[in-house]
Nanobody
């Protein structure tokens, strides 16, 4: 059974940083892509980034480029999303999702984890 568990959310002031963590189990880590999504209150879910793990390639949404960075610890089947220079508009529940490969932006991925809340105050 594939399981994804996101954590690391919290409350920060604008300009602050957080690192989200997504722990994956039940899948062959190197053979998947991991995406991060977010959903703000009253808004549609949107994709933040997607990383094909083999070969390694990451794409970022324009609204986070230069501020968010994906990384991974393959030995732990864990990925991270380092979020710097956070803005109030980054406030959302963040989710990690998995698929064989990164697919079209904002499409439905096969596996989803529970979200973690990020709140950025001005």
């Amino acid at each position: 059974e594939v399981q994804l568990q996101a954590s690391g959310g919290g409350s920060v002031q604008a300009g602050g940083s957080l690192r989200l963590v997504c722990e994956a189990s039940g899948l062959s880590f190197d053979n998947y892509a991991i995406a991060w999504f977010r959903q703000a209150p009253g808004k549609e879910r949107e994709e933040v980034s997607c990383t094909d793990l083999n070969p390694r390639s990451t794409r970022y949404a324009d609204f986070v480029k230069g501020r968010f960075t994906f990384s991974s610890d393959d030995a732990k089947s864990t990925v991270y999303l380092q979020m710097n220079n956070l803005k109030p508009e980054d406030t959302a529940v963040y989710y990690c999702a998995a698929e064989i490969r990164c697919i079209d932006w904002n499409e439905e991925y096969e596996y989803w984890g529970y979200g973690t809340l990020v709140t950025v105050s001005s």
